[in-house]
């Protein structure tokens, strides 16, 4: 029962259903095959997003927005609008934040902005949407409004109301779990994600890749206030 690591080093990932596993390293766009990165040009990227459609979508350094069509070898379609980071939980379900932490969701192929500001956001595919902002205040979305939620974390990664985790800036791993926050003890990460199935995947301060699947990550949880 714990932390397991894999080849490769990256600055931020994205897990989605089945072990879709992505990741951006020096800007290049990496998709993990079980065994090695394959390498997937034509863009370089600074954020990637992966819903449980297995959509990817992405912004780059200018703030530019694109959406993977295609697979591995398909091609990057530039989507309108600018977005600092973007977090798709489905085709239905994306959101992101500009350089203003001004938060914006989509529908009907328009950008919608919502009220408040945020860092950074977060969207699973049956709409649930939580937030942190620049003093890392918790929010999670109600459908008109952020609603605070206890805590401290400087970033969140939400794949749907049963699976929300975060990391703190002491790099602790929290999951949300029954009202509560519950540290993951074990491993520090500086970023993290969590699949629909509830396997943890992030990166440490060394830009290590680790994860801890569902059955794993029950014997490791702490109940514990943050």
């Known amino acids: 029962m714990s932390w397991k690591q894999i080849d490769g080093y990256l600055q931020q990932l994205d897990i989605g259903p089945d072990y879709e596993l992505w990741g951006v390293d020096d800007n290049q766009v990496f998709k993990w095959n079980v065994k090695s990165w394959i390498h997937a040009k034509g863009i370089t990227v600074s954020n990637i997003s992966v819903g449980a459609d297995f959509s ?16 591995i070898d398909g091609k990057w379609m530039r989507i309108d609008g600018f977005l600092k980071q973007i977090s798709v939980g489905d085709e239905n379900n994306v959101w992101g934040v500009n350089s203003k932490d001004e938060v914006f969701y989509r529908r009907n192929n328009i950008w919608v902005q919502a009220p ?66 519950n540290l993951i003890e074990g491993g520090l990460l500086k970023y993290v994600s969590i699949s629909p199935e509830g396997n943890i995947w992030g990166i440490n301060n060394n830009d290590e890749i680790w994860h801890l699947t569902y059955d794993e990550r029950i014997a490791n949880i702490h109940v514990l206030d943050i």
Not at 117 to 138: F, Y
């Open 56 to 71: 990817i979508w992405c912004t780059i350094k200018d703030h530019k927005i694109y959406r993977l069509v295609g697979g």
């Open 116 to 181: 408040g500001n945020l860092s950074q956001v977060s969207v699973g595919a049956d709409g649930t949407c939580w937030g942190v902002n620049a003093n890392h205040e918790i929010f999670r979305w109600d459908g008109e409004k952020w609603i605070p939620v206890d805590g401290s974390l400087k970033q969140i990664k939400v794949a749907s109301i049963h699976h929300i985790v975060g990391v703190n800036d002491k790099n602790e791993i929290y999951l949300w779990e029954n009202g509560d926050w």
